[in-house]
């Protein structure tokens, strides 16, 4: 098997990024009628497309470790990636401010907790991931300080908050073969996270 994945690693990304990609479109489709889109039916799916793709990030980094792969050996998958992770998640709430200010509910976050005055917690938890994925972007200029793995380890509460941000916000998450995928993400998610920490403590012994 490690073998297997070692000769498929590229491949394996682009399927699993492609398929991050696939499934919140389809599962957008079927809860949502094409007539009279707007934005507040647009926005929703690209916050669970950046997860997905962020999803296959964190899966990935476990693969390599588990079967050794060289991890100087990118492809163009984690670039493109990477970019479209970070276009989706300043569009996702950028297009809901928008258009909330548009509606008269004034700028945030007073309009978003305005017009989720019942699911409070669940926006800001967005917000708190939003925050925490937004920071990683300063890795280019401090990742060689001493304080930056805390920043790498806030990643996975960004995850942990987008996860429940979605399970109780998102109309498409709960349709009833998106739930089933959206706890394999947050399943494969931890499993994967777990098995990269335990790797990292064990070089460190």
Known sequence: MKEFIRHKFLAIEWILGGL???LPVLAWLGTRTLNDITVYDIFPPLG?????LMWTHFVMGALRRYSSYDKKRHGLYMPVSMGLVLGLI???????WLQL?????????GSYLTAYK??????????????????FELKRWFA??????????LQIVGMAAIFIHALELGR???SSWFMAVWWVYGIT?????????????????
């Open 172 to 174: 498409e998450v709960r």
């Open 144 to 153: 060689r300080k001493a304080w930056w793995k805390y920043v790498e380890l």
């Open 48 to 52: 669970l497309v950046a997860f997905g």
């Open 90 to 96: 300043i569009l996702h709430p950028g297009l809901l």
């Open 20 to 22: 991050a990609v696939a």
């Open 118 to 135: 019942t699911q409070q917690l669940y926006v800001l938890l967005g917000s708190l991931g939003l925050a925490i994925f937004l920071s």
């Open 189 to 205: 998610l931890a499993a994967a996270i777990i098995y990269s920490r335990l790797v990292y403590k064990k070089k460190e012994t």
């Open 101 to 109: 200010f548009k509606d008269g509910f004034g700028l945030p976050p």
